[in-house]
């Protein structure tokens, strides 16, 4: 049995059908309420058990996840709830995949046991990471990388306060890079009315320095490495340097303002979450530059496929047991491979140029 929590969200749809994709079965499709999500969806997964659970509530969620070799949690907000859930299905002896993050994950990477336990498992982080550590797998030695990631999607409350927690956590330094081999305080600045390839306007770059880019940043052994948060829209920008200092003092009012302002410059327009990953180094004797372009219609759906890609690989025995971030799993390519070749609504390529070159392509186009 493999049981979804909040499998009836728009991240937890997009993971019911990548694993019913998959052939993974049978499902147990659990949240607070699922009987109008049954009556509504019921029809594509018909063999799929439909459960109220509580993750709050111990015995409800211990029934839930007594009987599943893997549980995927997709309910949120995740900082409150996901090491909870990953905690009972320890002890009850089933590997645990979260699409989101909770700092009680780092108490339990120091737990003995013989599960698989995979967190930040979503689009970002999670995705984010790996995709750099897979195009690696192409040189024989990686010197530098750009990363920029960006979306135009409207935040739900548990997705504004999760994205929130991030922005604010210590684990998170903005403006900061990896200059020289090592981290670089104040390294970098706000860029406003950016130009971006995909991007269909401009955008305003927020830099970031996270956990999970240290990480990466370590594991390439890269001298020079940057990322970027891409904001399209003019209301997120406007209020986000507000909205991450009330978030302190007035959790409610903060989410609600940032969740206001994603529906405002989402409204009228189309959708999408972008990745654009350029690295630079050597193969075979020679520089060379490749740059990872996906394309997805939202960032839920594209946590949907992730978290539900990593428990296909948990299911395959791809995953070593122990408690770890998605990001740091050691085959980035079970993942990626999946998919990349999986049939969902995304856009996969790997192009043998720069991002500058390939903005200049993009606009001779239009």
Partial sequence: MIGIIGGYGEVGLSAVNMLYQWGKQPLRIGGRNPDPARIVHGHKWPQAEWVNVTIEDDES?????????????CAGPSHQTSARVAAMCMSLGCHHVDAGVDPRFEQLRETEHNKVVLYAAGATPGLSGLLPRWLAESFDRVDALRYYTGALDKFT?????????????????????WKNSSRSSSALNRKTKATLPFFTREVTLYPYFDQEAAFVAASLSLRDGEWYLAIDGEHVPNVLEEVSAQFLVDRGHAIKRLCTATELDAAGRQQYVNFIVQLSGVKDGLDIVRTIVLQA??????????????????????????????????????????????????????????????????????
């Avoid at 956590?169 to 403006?175: A, F, G, L, Q, Y």
């Avoid at 408690?323 to 969902?344: G, N, T, W």
């Fill in 157 to 177: 409350f548990s997705a504004a306060e999760d994205y929130l927690v991030g922005v604010v956590s210590e684990d998170n330094e903005p403006m900061a890079a």
């Fill in 61 to 73: 969620l211990e029934s839930f996840v007594r009987g599943c070799v893997v549980v995927v949690n």
């Fill in 297 to 366: 219609q939202s960032s839920s759906q594209l946590t949907g496929w992730t978290v539900a890609t990593a428990a296909i690989a948990v299911l395959e025995g791809e995953i070593p047991v122990g408690v770890r971030p998605l990001a740091e799993i050691s085959q980035p390519h079970s993942i990626i491979d999946r998919i990349s070749h999986s049939a969902i609504h995304a856009q996969f390529n790997v192009l043998e140029c720069s991002i500058d070159d390939l903005l200049q392509t993009v606009e001779g186009e239009l």
